[in-house]
């Protein structure tokens, strides 16, 4: 079996979890099985939609979204985390899936949903095999070292500054 | 008719072209219509493959991919790319494709294949609707100035640095 790594999109720009759902992506069209937990977030995407097209993709939502629109996270809020963690552990540790995807996971980090100690510990006893993508703004220096691969997504320009708002089938 | 705005995804860092299709592939799965053009590359990779899957999707290759392998471009890298920016430019102008990506097309320029002055012509006289996406390494200030959204996947790690091979269904 072929060792999976552990990769890490971060940074202020757009394209992070553009490029986790095109690695995705790239993973079904080969045959893989793909498993993608959405932290935080808890409307449906286009993105989402990439389930009825394809038999060999799994995506889950541990969020309830509302603190991204100006609310502080609550209890519900960190309960929801916890349980999306505990049941990416499982999924991660048990491999039978070849690529996990943890969208917005530094975010729950950033926002203190999660301890960044029971995400070491999921990814530490991820199976060999699988491969592993986390993403979001702040990933701490704990997940930087313990990963194999980093990009930070460093925004040059963004159209929002020119007043754009989230657009369908390019945003979401 | 909303206006389409122009990306660049480039740096050194893992994502560039993975996020472009991610993008691709959320713009597919809201309906709208894609036209993918690959510059320097002539391989099928597991991306190409989204054509078996959506019939909203047209992928082409303008490249003979030899000198990433080593050798330098020579007048038939040339001509291919400069074929296929026609193609682009008269698809662009045409504005039947929601989106189009124009992957690789700043390493084209790196190798001096296409002149800046031709991609900024053919990026001019798009369709207002259209979305364009370009990507690769060493994007030119040009085109850097000319964009509305700009992301630079800065590597912070690869894991290539560990030795580890481009993988399929991971890395292409």
């Known amino acids: 079996m072929e060792k999976g790594y552990v ?5 202020n720009g757009k394209g992070k979890t553009t490029a986790a759902f095109g690695l995705a992506a790239r993973a079904l069209l080969s045959g893989k099985i ?13 993105e989402t ?27 519900e809020d960190v309960l929801a985390a916890r349980n999306g963690l505990d049941e990416c552990r499982r999924i991660l540790s048990e491999g039978q899936y070849d690529l ?25 006893g991820k199976s060999y095999g699988t491969e592993v993508v986390l993403t979001g703004r702040y990933a701490p220096k704990e997940i930087i070292d313990f990963a194999d691969l980093v990009t930070d997504m460093t925004e040059v320009k963004h159209y929002y500054t020119q007043g754009v708002l989230s657009r369908d089938g390019i945003d979401h």
Chains 1, 2 share one sequence.
């Open 7 to 11: 990769h890490v999109y971060t940074g």
């Open 100 to 124: 996990v995807v943890l969208d917005e996971i530094t975010i729950a980090l950033s926002f203190k949903l999660l301890d960044v100690s029971d995400v070491l510990r999921a990814l530490e």
């Open 34 to 46: 793909v498993y993608v937990a959405q932290f935080v977030k808890d409307m449906k995407y286009n």
């Open 49 to 75: 939609k990439l389930e009825d097209h394809f038999s060999n993709i799994t995506i889950r939502q541990y969020g309830r979204g509302c603190f991204i629109n100006g609310e502080m996270p609550g209890e």
